[in-house]
């Protein structure tokens, strides 16, 4: 079984966000945290620095451990991804020098004409004939997403999750629709790491646990999907979570 590593791209910058909600919700998970003990003021106060994004901390921490990964980058505003799709092309560009694969992180899940718009933002910030992929912002779905998403050309997707919750469309392993191929994530960080280093070990134990469930049913591939922004000390579980 191969191990995916990806990382979807939200947020770039504090300054986007000033009309938004991000930053109120942001606050106040955080006081939460403080207030419970899980974080400290330090910590606390790292969460607002003037760039979010850590995307070339993450691609180093990578290239050191010998990981190819995937970044998925938004091309339109929306539900507190704030960043104008241009303010992205410095990052794709320095990850395309380092060979590392860029996939959109669409918006336009049901309706063609939005997304076909979004793919051909970023295909004008990529080499001709490059592989697209695609996963959705928040995962969003419906029933006509896939289709949508194979008339629009791109390769493979990785927006289903494997899990129970019924917001999300649930699938355990690959499998092909057409002439996409969906790439299920098997992990993603929100939801299954939590700010409490007390629960650490036992987060670790269940990544185990379903690393090896994969493993026994024959998964070719398992999906981790981790944000960027969380690999940062104002993060402490998430990124020692995701060095582990």
Not at 10 to 21: A, G, M, N, P, R
Not at 213 to 241: C, G, R, T
Request: hydrophobic letters at 40%; a neutral charge.
């Amino acid at each position: 079984m191969k191990i995916i590593i990806s990382h979807d791209v939200d947020h770039l910058y504090l300054k986007e966000h000033f009309k938004d909600s991000f930053l109120l919700g942001n606050f106040y998970r955080s006081l939460k945290n403080l207030a419970k003990g899980n974080i400290s003021l330090k910590t606390f106060i790292k969460r607002f620095p003037a760039q979010l994004n850590r995307v070339k901390e993450l691609h180093e921490f990578n290239k050191k451990a010998g990981v190819s990964e995937t970044f998925f980058f938004g091309m339109r505003k929306g539900l507190n991804l704030s960043y104008h799709w241009k303010d992205a092309q410095p990052y794709i560009d320095y990850l395309l020098k380092e060979k590392v694969l860029i996939g959109l992180h669409g918006m336009g899940f049901n309706s063609y004409e939005l997304l076909q718009e979004e793919a051909n933002r970023l295909k004008s910030m990529l080499p001709q004939h490059y592989p697209l992929g695609i996963r959705n912002h928040y995962l969003r779905m419906d029933e006509s997403t896939l289709e949508i998403m194979e008339r629009t050309g791109f390769l493979f997707d990785s927006t289903y999750y494997s899990t129970d919750n019924a917001k999300y469309y649930a699938a355990d392993t690959v499998f092909l629709q057409g002439s996409i191929w969906e790439i299920p994530i098997n992990i993603m960080d929100a939801g299954f790491v939590t700010n409490n280093q007390k629960e650490l070990i036992d987060i670790k134990i269940k990544t185990l646990a379903k690393i090896q469930k994969a493993e026994n049913n024959n998964q070719p591939f398992f999906v981790i999907n981790f944000h960027d922004i969380y690999f940062s000390e104002a993060y402490p579980v998430y990124k020692e979570w995701y060095e582990w």
